[in-house]
């Protein structure tokens, strides 16, 4: 148990100082409902909280812990039954083409509770953050996933400002191999 506390708090401090849209540094916070790709399984929902933190030279450093629960499925998941409190710590850099267009790339490590222990593994990122109106951003990130399966993920989110440091976000993030697709609300301040 404690060091289930120490991860969590190694994770949280992650997360004060973590990367961007449009090379802004932000923390959300996010309902996230989790619904697996298998049918019979119910639906888990839970908190995320995400954050990114700019640094000089466009170069970025990102966080995220999600405490939804999922049922797994799949032939080398579904012995674990579930999975909860997922982490993600990373960093990675970013390249503007234009105002409003910033390709991003990174690498991060990422963490699950399951039944039967914590696993741990890395993904490769690559994305692009898109801001077509002044109101209005994309941020798009594809990863290659390494966690007791190789995977690939897809997160897309849409945000919108209310005022300059303050966005709604609605964000799915979708998981080949890990069999679940996640949609989410969240509230994002940028700094």
Same mark, same amino acid.
């Given at each position: 148990?404690?060091?289930?506390?120490?991860?969590?708090?190694?994770?949280?401090?992650?997360?004060?100082?973590s990367a961007a849209s449009a090379g802004q540094t932000h923390l959300e916070v996010a309902y996230s409902e989790v619904n697996p790709d298998w049918k019979p399984y119910s639906n888990g929902a839970g908190v995320r909280v995400l954050g990114s933190l700019a640094l000089p030279h466009s170069f970025l450093i990102f966080g995220s812990y999600n405490t939804a629960t999922l049922k797994t499925s799949g032939p080398e998941l579904s012995r674990h039954q579930e999975a909860w409190d997922w982490r993600i710590a990373g960093a990675g850099w970013g390249y503007s083409l234009t105002n409003n267009l910033r390709l991003i790339g990174g690498a991060s490590y990422q963490g699950v509770d399951l039944h039967g222990g914590y696993e741990s593994g890395w993904a490769i990122h690559t994305g692009f953050q898109f801001m077509p109106l002044k109101w209005l951003f994309l941020d798009l990130d594809i990863a290659y996933l390494d966690l007791i399966v190789e995977d690939i993920?897809?997160?897309?989110? &849409?945000?919108?400002?209310?005022? *300059?440091?303050?966005? &709604?976000?609605?964000?799915?993030? *979708?998981?080949?191999?890990?069999?679940f697709t996640a949609y989410e609300a969240g509230l994002r301040l940028l700094f």
């Open positions: 148990m404690a060091s289930r506390s120490l991860r969590s708090a190694v994770c949280a401090f992650l997360l004060a100082f993920s897809l997160e897309a989110t &849409l945000g919108v400002h209310l005022v *300059d440091q303050v966005a &709604l976000t609605f964000r799915i993030h *979708d998981h080949s191999d890990w069999d």
